[in-house]
């Protein structure tokens, strides 16, 4: 998902996208590692699941790369070095838009270009406070609904409010704490009831090996 896919020529890099996809999020990592994931799934639309997800990174002359795994045993992609982003973003996202696909009969790339579309927009960097090991810490967050102005969004109207939550924070290796997705329940203002979401999809941080 390169972030420059749908800017103009000349256009500035917005600091969401920097963060997300041009950060150096492995700077402080010992490598070899294995950083580790839950991901965790729930709700109406797709059966419920959990499993572990597990970026496994390498060091060579060229620099830094990784094999990202889950519970299937394979490896859905390897990316080569040299490396600084954490490759469990693109996993997280590719994996979303594989099934918002599946849901809609839609064409992946089509949701694809909807987020980066959603973040080329500028959307806000907050300071939070998140817990990690059950602990308080600094983090940067970002969150986007990509579809919510969609002109097609007739196809896909259960989908339209989707949420997508993104916190990172320099006190954990690799800096992604916290990757989250929501469908909203079936309040009359689809936007917001997240109260009682339809479907959420989380991936978080638990912990690194060497």
Do not use: C, W
């Amino acid at each position: 998902m390169a972030a420059s896919a749908v800017r103009a020529a000349g256009d500035p890099v917005k600091p969401a996208e920097q963060l997300l996809f041009m950060a150096d999020h492995l700077k402080t990592v010992r490598v070899p590692a294995d950083l580790v994931y839950r991901f965790d799934k729930g709700g109406s639309l797709v059966p419920a699941g959990s499993e572990e997800v597990h970026v496994r990174l390498s060091r060579s002359s060229k620099g830094v790369s990784a094999v990202v795994s889950d519970a299937a045993g394979a490896a859905p992609f390897a990316l080569e070095a040299p490396l600084q982003g954490n490759p469990v973003i693109l996993y997280f996202l590719e994996k979303d838009i594989a099934e918002m696909g599946r849901l809609t009969g839609g064409q992946p790339r089509y949701f694809q270009k909807r987020i980066r579309l959603a973040l080329a927009q500028g959307p806000a960097i907050t300071p939070v406070t998140a817990e990690l090991d059950g602990k308080p810490v600094p983090a940067r967050q970002i969150v986007i609904q990509p579809y919510l102005d969609d002109p097609n969004h007739v196809r896909f109207e259960k989908l339209v409010g989707k949420r997508y939550t993104f916190v990172l924070s320099g006190r954990v290796p690799g800096q992604v704490l916290l990757l989250k997705s929501e469908v909203p329940g079936e309040a009359p203002d689809l936007a917001r009831d997240f109260v009682h979401p339809l479907q959420t999809e989380t991936l978080r941080y638990l912990g690194a090996k060497p």
